[in-house]
């Protein structure tokens, strides 16, 4: 089992800065991918970014590609999405979630067994 918590959200203006993190437990955590995706209200849970179990592998979604940048301690359980350049649009609740045992694109949310609950991220104009 794999139990992740996000932290870090908050209220920026436009063209700021947040980190987020996702603090996770479970032995299988270092050995799995993990994703960030995020949902705005009355819109589907899109994908955000991945990194792979080293950290070595990124993918991003075109809308945040060059300002948005995953990177992961394995020895502390962590797994942090550095977000720059923030626009309104990226407004959301932002969830991690560790790769589950059937496989899936990295994109997409079925490949995910393991979510946290969330933290919402908001950016003013």
């Known amino acids: 089992q794999v139990q992740l918590v996000e932290s870090g959200g908050g209220l920026v203006q436009a063209g700021g800065s947040l980190r987020l993190s996702c603090a996770a437990s479970g032995r299988t955590f270092s050995s799995r991918g993990v994703g960030w995706f995020r949902q705005a209200a009355g819109k589907e849970r899109e994908f955000v970014g991945t990194?792979?179990?080293?950290?070595?592998?990124?993918y991003y979604a075109e809308s945040v590609k060059g300002r948005f940048t995953i990177s992961r301690d394995n020895a502390k359980n962590t797994v942090s999405p550095q977000m720059n350049s923030l626009k309104p649009e990226d407004t959301a609740v932002y969830y991690c979630a560790a790769r589950g045992d059937y496989g899936g694109e990295y994109y997409s949310a079925s490949a995910y067994g393991y979510w946290g609950r969330g933290t919402q991220v908001t950016v003013s104009s």
């Open positions: 990194i792979n179990w080293s950290g070595g592998i990124t």
